[in-house]
């Protein structure tokens, strides 16, 4: 008699209890990183834990309408998300509405707020070399700004510095005297639109022909400064409107003591692009707590050598240069030399906060076109708390349907089902809650869709095996063989239908924005880990329970009753009768 050959089939069925280890492992594994971590729940979207949703509108520079654009709408989208991104904020949704409208939204969380601000503040951003620059404490009242106490150090650091006596608040650079406003060591400005003033010069000192375009331009712009009250904020939201990077302008900012500061500024020729990269370090070595470092592009390392090389030839104010964002003076940093290595370091005395909060704005500040903040609403906790609880509830009694149908239909089976689904639903969860702090996933509803559609494709895995076995046993086999028989084919059917409905949720994740992505991703995630429970847990578990009597003898209640099945009868071989014998011939 011939022995069976002992293949992999054999060594799988004799050694299920490998694959549920593993897979039981992987479960614990998560659930302990899950605890570690302190995520012991998946993030929520806007749409479930409330947040902000703001509409911005693209507004024309003058003379240039037609770069309201599909192309500038895309790029400012990208530079809104990584923005929003850096800030750590999870699940926040920029896009474009129509053809000059923006929408992002940003869940409730812990950077939510200073998102919102930097996503809010979203004009181009230059770097102008500060010609004259007072306290603004309403019209006419102004006192001009006396120069920095203390003096630049005797030795070469490479990088601009601020004093050390200046605090940083986040809102602009800290000062270097109690009048002026934040000074940090910074980027790059103009060469050829650099005054010659003193440290001498009232705030109506022209700034130099180069600087305003003519005198009667600097006369002109010296009268709009003298005016211009930065307190009143319908004043100091029409400040710079209209005007061109290659002019000379006004503008406002507060210093480190919460005063509002005015400026004349001569023209830019550093701007958001030519940053490379910025980023807020902790600098113990030197002392100096948090500062910004900045990397420069290579044309904009040689604009910003070219403009501090001459900025530090002048005296206070005049050696300094503002950071403007928005029409707002986010940093005015002095230069006590030229900085020539393409990049530099903001310093002060910031906190880890505010070093971010600049190091971001001035990372993704730069976008192609200005926007003005059209619309803003709130979406309470409450409606997402009731939109989830509707969610959860559809989720339940799609599983208690699922459940029904397979306890009527699959009997005994429906046991192994049903724990299939749970390993299931634990994978998905502890990956969910994981993926938050991990890729900063947050559940929206969309999402929770998705999660309730894959519960009927992890059903339909189970339902395709469990057919074949009883296929199997229709045609006379027993159980054990039946269990191995059905395998491969039902494998091949399971794998076919799993990467046709991940493909879906790939093509669906790609093609989309926003919230359907979240039901895309939902959809794909559990589609793989369908596959991965079928393979280390249903057909591992299956296996062990036919080697049970309740399976194995086919009981009426475990599903796989011949009987019930309709099942032929076993095969036999059976004898050909033997050919009659003539006898006369023997």
Known sequence: MATPKKGRSASAQSKPGRSLALILIAIAALTGGMFASGHTTPRLGIDLAGGTSITLEAVPEAGNEAAINKTNMDTAVSIMERRVNGLGVSEAEVQTQGRDNIIVNIPKGTNSEQARKQVGTTAKLYFRPVIATEVSGGAGAATPSPSPTGSPSDKPSGKATDKPEATDKGTASPSASPTTQGRAVTDALKADATPSASASDKPKASPSPSASGGAADASKLQQQYAKLDCTNAKTRSAVGDGVKASQPTLACGKNSQGQWQKYILGPAEVDGTDVDKAQAVLNTQSGAGWTVTMDFTDGGGKKFADITGKLAKNQSPQNQFAIVLDGDVVSDPFVRQALTGGNAEISGNFNQQSAQDLANMLSYGALPLTFREDSVSTVTAALGGDQLKAGLIAGAIGLALVVIYLLL????????????????????????????????????????????????????????????????????????????????????????????SFLAAAVLFIVTVGKVQGFAFTLGLTTLLDVVVVFLFTKPLLTLMARRPFFANGHKWSGLDPKGLGAKPPLRRTRRPAAPVDTKEA
């Open 409 to 500: 239909y699959y009997r005994g089976l429906a046991f192994i089902a049903i724990l299939s689904l749970l390993v299931s639903a634990a994978l998905t969860y502890t990956i969910m809650a994981l993926l938050g702090p991990t890729i900063n996933f947050a559940l929206n509803l969309p999402a929770v869709c998705g999660a309730i559609v894959a519960i009927g494709i992890t059903a339909d895995s189970f339902i395709v095996y469990f057919e074949r076995v009883r296929d199997e046993i229709r045609e006379g086999r027993s159980l054990r063989p039946a269990v191995e028989r059905a395998w491969p084919r039902a494998r091949r059917t399971i794998l076919v239908s799993d990467f046709v």
